[in-house]
């Protein structure tokens, strides 16, 4: 089993949606989640951490549930420059990252 | 203002031929990772330094290395590139290991191995 797993997507979805993607991981011991976005032959850049209240950021909506070792994003009103990979991250000891495979997103006009 | 910086950005090598990339940054972080990205995968850590620590992750093969001369620069030594050693090559920093900590990735350097 992958230590991070994720929808295997690609999503296509229209502008102006709203699109959730999913993530699982495997250490229950794990303290520390993020989703990174990373664009065509970029380097990856945080988007944002996700606690265990779960946490907002504009469109971009983030849930942690410990119990389910499940991390999920929520982005609303899909915008042409949203679309990119998004990783999920899981940080383990020594502050090592953890990444799934990514989620391709592509906002169609 | 770029605050970890790769170079070069595209790196062509022959099979075979040693080949050395750079990574530098500008925030005085004491940790600096190297990770390999190849096409439609995520990124793996190779290694890390801690300061002057080096931590080798344990699947990473004997044919990378990595050099650490000060604070503010790492190198990713590949002493005989395969072809299965094309990549994306990251670099990134933190303040420290703690969970949590924030990594600032460079832009990477994308490598061709002929």
């Known amino acids: 089993r992958k230590e991070v797993e994720q929808d295997p997507g690609p999503f296509n979805v229209p502008e102006g949606a709203t699109v959730a993607f999913n993530c699982t991981y495997s250490n229950s011991a794990s303290q520390s989640f993020f989703w990174y976005r990373q664009d065509c032959r970029k380097e990856p850049k945080l988007l944002m951490s996700?606690?265990?209240s779960g946490n907002e950021d504009g469109r971009f909506t983030a849930q942690l549930n410990r119990a389910s070792q499940y991390i999920s994003l929520l982005i609303r009103d899909s915008k042409l420059s949203d679309s990119a990979t998004y990783l999920c991250v899981v940080g383990g000891a020594t502050n090592k990252l953890i990444f799934g495979t990514g989620t391709l997103l592509a906002v169609q006009p | 203002d770029a605050m970890v910086i790769q170079n070069p950005r595209y790196q062509v090598t022959q099979f075979g031929k040693p080949v050395t990339l750079s990574c530098s940054q500008t925030l005085n972080h004491n940790v600096m990772y190297w990770y390999q990205q190849k096409s439609s995968q995520a990124p793996k850590l190779l290694f890390h330094y801690y300061d002057k620590d080096f931590n080798n992750e344990a699947d990473t093969p004997d044919n990378f290395q990595s050099r650490r001369p000060n604070t503010s620069f790492c190198f990713l030594d590949i002493r005989s590139p395969g072809l299965g050693d094309a990549a994306m090559y990251l670099c990134a920093t933190s303040r420290g290991t703690t969970e949590a900590e924030t990594q600032y990735f460079g832009p990477g350097t994308r490598l061709l191995v002929l």
């Open positions: 996700v606690y265990s």
